[in-house]
């Protein structure tokens, strides 16, 4: 098993930076792919970003240029740098892991955290 716990969450104005946090526990974290998603109201869940343990990595689209992943494999951590946020920004985070990235980009985790919430104001 897997413990994932985010954080790093909060309000912030449009084109300012959040930077979120998942500390992962539990089983061995070598060889395991982890990523982002969001959730807003109405909308399905989304891919923001993913990295594979070899450290390949993917973003979406709309993020491209402005969030980065990064990953701490000594502290099995994962974080999301996020800059010039947008109001469309908004949603829960959640990170997950999965043992591939392909299963990470098909929303086939494994694992999730329990989300931390991002709001932007115009």
């Known amino acids: 098993q897997v413990q994932l716990v985010e954080s790093g969450g909060g309000v912030v104005q449009a084109g300012g930076s959040l930077r979120l946090s998942c500390a992962a526990s539990?089983?061995?974290?070598?060889?395991?792919?982890m990523g982002w998603f969001r959730q807003s109201p109405g909308k399905d869940r989304e891919v923001v970003g993913a990295?594979?343990?070899?450290?390949?990595?993917y973003y979406t689209d709309s993020v491209k240029g402005r969030f980065t992943i990064s990953r701490d494999n000594a502290k099995n951590t994962l974080h999301l740098q996020m800059n010039s946020l947008k109001p469309e920004d908004t949603a829960v985070y959640y990170c997950?892991?999965?043992?591939?990235?392909?299963?990470?980009?098909?929303?086939?985790?494994?694992?999730w955290g329990q989300g931390t919430q991002v709001t932007v104001s115009s």
């Open positions: 997950a892991a999965a043992i591939s990235l392909e299963r990470i980009l098909k929303g086939a985790s494994a694992y």
């Open positions: 539990g089983r061995t974290l070598v060889g395991i792919a």
């Open positions: 990295m594979a343990w070899s450290g390949n990595s």
